[in-house]
C-alpha cells in the first residue's frame, strides 16, 4: 500500500437496531397461501418480476 495513503476507519458493522415488535421471522417468512407451508421458492416472473411457488403443494403467486 503506498504510504501517503491515509488510514480510513472501519465503519459499523450493522445500522440501527429495528422496533421490537419486528422480528427476524416477521421480516423473512413467506408461507403459502395455499397450504400455509414455509417451503417457499422465489423465481423470475414472466416479465421480469418476481414470482413464488410452493414446493410442498405447486401453488404459485406473484
Known amino acids: 500500500m503506498p504510504a501517503s495513503r491515509e488510514h ?5 458493522l450493522a445500522g440501527p437496531p429495528l422496533p ?6 416477521d421480516r423473512s417468512r413467506l408461507d403459502c397461501p395455499s397450504c400455509g407451508s414455509s ?3 422465489q423465481m ?6 418476481v ?5 410442498a403443494c405447486g401453488h404459485s403467486w406473484s
Open 51 to 55: 414470482s413464488y411457488v410452493c414446493t
Open 39 to 41: 417451503y417457499v421458492a
Open 20 to 25: 421490537e415488535s419486528v422480528t427476524y421471522d
Open 44 to 49: 423470475l416472473g414472466d416479465n421480469g418480476g
Open 8 to 12: 480510513v476507519p472501519d465503519l459499523p
